[in-house]
């Protein structure tokens, strides 16, 4: 009988990341795409309820002017309409997701790479090494870029890995739980100007909420007590500029400096030089008037299941071999660069290689070594012998003891390091 092929399935399908894909892959949204509705609600409720309002006011015979409150209305719908559409379109699309590997790279990729790393990446194979950073040059600037164990790649400059949505995304600015999905390159956009959209329209509320109340007959305080629904939204209004008024300044002070979210809490390139900067009119520019990159990730492509990378799989990447790979001289180097401190001297030049393969001959004898300062004896001898057996074993005990640590005191004065016996 003909054995049965599974049917191909889409990119979407088989996704190893945590997004939700709609309308059969050409929507992408995130895990929490629930708190999209959460939004929605916090936008849409106070318009509405706004636009009922000035509507009562056009109908409302002792209205004063009211050919005015017919604009006010539809600039109202306008911007609320633009607002969710914003949203949609932020929420909805890829942000800029790095295609995963199904392997890791090859080692030659990683013989020519320079990184004065010392912390060493397993790969799939225990045979393979990959330094865990690399450096580039971008725009004259040397700029290292980090290995993913999960996407299996170099991530490319600017971008991390979400561990919400579980992928790398180019130029990474953040998660946005109210947006249900990762702000990056070419995503930002629409989400600048949803924030910003969302601050006019807080704005407009809250100032025509005024207006309709301060042109009513009588005392501003009775026109207060009586029209409740503008009250509340000039409260609600109040308040909620506060929040995306102050991620409207603080989203355009980062457009004109050229930095993202992640960068600037994490960087401070007011202490360096951003390598990214081309001057505010270019920064703007980029944002809002360059082409959007198209998306690295065909959703409704067939693929085969096993070229899919399963970030579940055995990766032997997140592991360190030996001591050796547990220091990370990129750290050293920043220490050293801001506060005049290095990794001591003994920790740059001991041996480690040596160690190993000792330890390894050793177990290829069948001797379990596994702690320094333990020194098995062979304590079985012949009767025919005597004592005199017993005194070399007792005697060989001795001297491994005093060569062991003649060998470490040695090691730690060639090193720099005084060493004082007690013995």
């Not at 409740?228 to 409207?248: E, H, N």
Request: hydrophobic share 35%; proline share 5%.
């Amino acid at each position: 009988m003909p054995l049965n092929k599974s049917k191909p399935k889409r990119l979407y399908q088989v996704w190893k990341g945590s997004n939700r894909f709609l309308c059969g892959g050409r929507l992408i949204f995130g895990p929490d795409v629930a708190s999209l509705f959460l939004s929605i609600f916090l936008i849409v409720g106070p318009a509405i309820a706004f636009c009922v309002k000035i509507y009562c006011n056009i109908k409302d015979d002792k209205a004063q002017a009211v050919s005015h409150w017919y604009i006010v209305l539809f600039v109202a719908s306008i911007l609320t309409v633009l607002d969710i559409t914003f949203l949609f379109l932020a929420s909805s699309r890829d942000p800029g997701i790095v295609p995963r590997k199904s392997k890791p790279p090859e080692p030659e990729e990683a013989i020519d790479m320079t990184t004065p790393s010392m912390e060493w990446v397993n790969g799939m194979t225990p045979y393979m090494k990959l330094p865990r950073t690399k450096d580039v040059i971008v725009n004259g600037h040397t700029v290292k870029v980090k290995y993913c164990d999960t996407c299996m790649l170099y991530r490319p400059p600017r971008a991390s890995h979400c561990s919400i949505c579980n992928n790398c995304v180019q130029r990474f600015d953040h998660h946005c739980p109210w947006v249900g999905q990762c702000i990056g390159m070419r995503n930002y956009r629409f989400f600048y100007m949803f924030i910003s959209t969302s601050t006019v329209l807080c704005i407009y509320v809250f100032v025509f909420s005024w207006i309709n109340i301060v042109e009513r007959h009588g005392s501003i305080l009775k026109a207060i007590a009586a029209d409740y629904l503008s009250d509340f939204l000039i409260v609600y209004c109040f308040l909620a500029v506060w929040f995306v008024g102050g991620l409207t300044v603080f989203h355009f002070f980062l457009i004109c400096t050229n930095q993202t979210t992640y960068e600037n809490f994490r960087y401070r390139y007011d202490k360096k030089e951003n390598p990214y900067n081309k001057g505010m009119i270019n920064n703007l520019q980029e944002i809002f008037i360059s082409k959007i990159q198209p998306s690295l990730n065909d959703f409704r492509a067939f693929v085969e299941e096993d070229d899919v990378a399963d970030p579940t799989a055995p990766n032997l990447a997140g592991t360190v071999g030996c001591s050796k790979e547990k220091i990370d001289i990129e750290m050293g180097t920043s220490i050293s660069d801001d506060n005049g401190l290095s990794l001591p001297e003994i920790l740059r030049n001991l041996d480690y290689d040596d160690i190993e393969e000792d330890s390894r001959s050793k177990e290829g004898n069948g001797k379990i070594d596994s702690d320094p300062f333990f020194f098995p004896v062979d304590i079985e001898q012949d009767p025919s012998q005597g004592s005199a057996t017993g005194e070399k074993v007792h005697t060989q005990e001795k001297f491994d003891k005093g060569s062991c640590s003649h060998q470490l005191e040695e090691s730690f004065i060639g090193n720099g390091v005084n060493v004082r016996s007690d013995e």
